[in-house]
């Protein structure tokens, strides 16, 4: 089953090299060059090719690649920009030998680029699937063109493959899966961190619980906020989170909300649905006796007590009993702001912040100091280049260095009050949506 992907190589490769690459073995520089020699040592490291007997090259020599890709760049003077191009080919663990692999990955390099660039070709033989490593240089050796990578090309790349595989005996893909979550939002979620993906899943699901058809689920969703769009001539459902503007497909949430699940999982419940929605209607409202963390948060006055009050019903105050699934759903949204929202009441609380013209003013003290450090970089800058005595440049970079080191922390305070002015006439308003519907629950 082979495996195909292909990107670019930019000034530093550190990024991928010291994801996939023993750290201890190697080291990076700056340098465009440096990338490339970097990238092409990766790929032919002798650790994983079996002291370089899977090591081959098209229109240049494996152990002078990098000089002969130098080489042409200086020719047709073009040695900035993208340096290499650097393509992925893996194989399914235990279908071929690593005489195959190496040999499939030779004739996908000489049929896609042997004409035109020199390509350094590498078989992996470290890891559980055999893999090739193409360094593809980025200039031609025949006319001087840059390579270029674009959807048609990824696409001849993963055909090519498949046809050579297939000539082979081997597997391929056949049904793509398609683009899978993000790091960031596989991060968070394994963080135990709310994503306006599980936020829509933990919605769906309440809904499609309390739902014997689709009128119900579509009724029970509207009254949490949420829009949707389940039209039976569309051929992917999607949701809408309150307070966003993109839409999610409902499939790429999981197997269990296709179009298909949905419609099942909700003509599959019985009269039980609607039991549970009647006896969620009869809830007595909760009566306290002792005085609560919200109390003490009324207590408090102006932007403080919006900020504080806000967190709390975020359930991030106290952080012992924060419990995503018991937030209103006008704030499921900002569930992913929590930490920031925090940092801002600090703000407030450390500066006595109390009312907007005290945050405008505590804005302008910051762009004024902001203002000033800067130009006092600048000229210190400018000292450190003329020819002075060694000492004065070394005390000139050390006030540098700290001038950089409280410019950074200034301007976070700076975004901090730019998005609490911006942030904290909306908060108010679904505070007093949420209140409004509290009151209306105690009413009943």
């Not at 520089?29 to 790929?43: F, G, K, N, T």
């Not at 994983?48 to 098209?58: C, M, N, P, Q």
Request: positive net charge.
């Amino acid at each position: 089953m082979a495996v195909t992907k292909i990107w670019r190589i930019k000034g530093r490769a550190d990024k991928v090299i010291s994801y996939a690459s023993n750290i201890e073995k190697t080291s990076f520089s700056d340098s465009d060059r440096q990338a490339l020699a970097d990238v092409i040592e990766y790929a032919a490291n002798e650790d994983k090719t079996e002291r370089r007997i899977f090591v081959s090259a098209i229109n240049c020599s494996p152990a002078f690649a990098k000089d002969q890709f130098d080489t042409v760049k200086k020719r047709f003077r073009k040695e900035d920009g993208t340096v290499a191009f650097h393509a992925y080919q893996s194989f399914a663990p235990g279908e071929a030998t690593p005489e195959l692999a190496h040999e499939i990955g030779v004739a996908l390099a000489k049929e896609l680029w042997g004409d035109r660039f020199q390509v350094l070709i590498a078989t992996h033989l470290n890891t559980g699937c055999l893999h090739n490593h193409m360094v593809i240089n980025s200039i031609s050796f025949k006319d001087g063109r840059r390579f270029h990578s674009t959807a048609a090309s990824y696409r001849q790349l993963k055909e090519t493959s498949d046809r050579l595989c297939r000539e082979h005996g081997l597997s391929i893909v056949e049904e793509p899966k398609g683009r899978g979550k993000s790091y960031n939002h596989y991060q968070m979620e394994a963080a135990g961190m709310p994503t306006r993906y599980n936020a829509a899943k933990k919605a769906l699901d309440d809904a499609i619980e309390r739902s014997c058809n689709m009128q119900e689920l579509r009724a029970n969703l509207r009254s949490m906020g949420y829009q949707f769009s389940f039209a039976p001539n569309r051929k992917y459902w999607t949701i809408t989170l309150p307070g966003w503007k993109k839409p999610i497909r409902t499939y790429r949430l999981g197997e269990e909300y296709s179009r298909e699940a949905i419609e099942q999982r909700v003509f599959s419940n019985g009269s039980e649905a609607r039991t549970l929605r009647i006896k969620e209607g009869y809830k007595n409202a909760p009566q306290y006796t002792l005085r609560r963390r919200v109390d003490k948060i009324m207590g408090r006055t102006g932007l403080e007590k919006l900020y504080l009050r806000y967190c709390y019903e975020l359930g991030y105050l106290p952080r012992y009993r924060q419990n995503t699934s018991k937030v209103h759903s006008l704030l499921k949204d900002e569930l992913l702001r929590c930490d920031m929202y925090s940092a801002e009441a600090k703000l407030l609380s450390r500066e006595k912040i109390t009312n907007r013209e005290q945050l405008a003013g505590h804005r302008q003290k910051l762009e004024a100091r902001i203002e000033s450090l800067e130009e006092s970089r600048y000229h210190l800058r400018l000292t450190a280049k003329r020819k002075i005595p060694e000492e004065e440049k070394i005390l000139c970079k050390s006030r540098i260095a700290d001038i950089s080191r409280e410019l950074k922390e200034l301007r976070h305070k700076l975004k901090l009050t730019k998005d609490i002015e911006a942030r904290s006439p909306a908060m108010e308003e679904k505070l007093k949506e949420i209140e409004k519907e509290q009151h209306k629950e105690v009413q009943r």
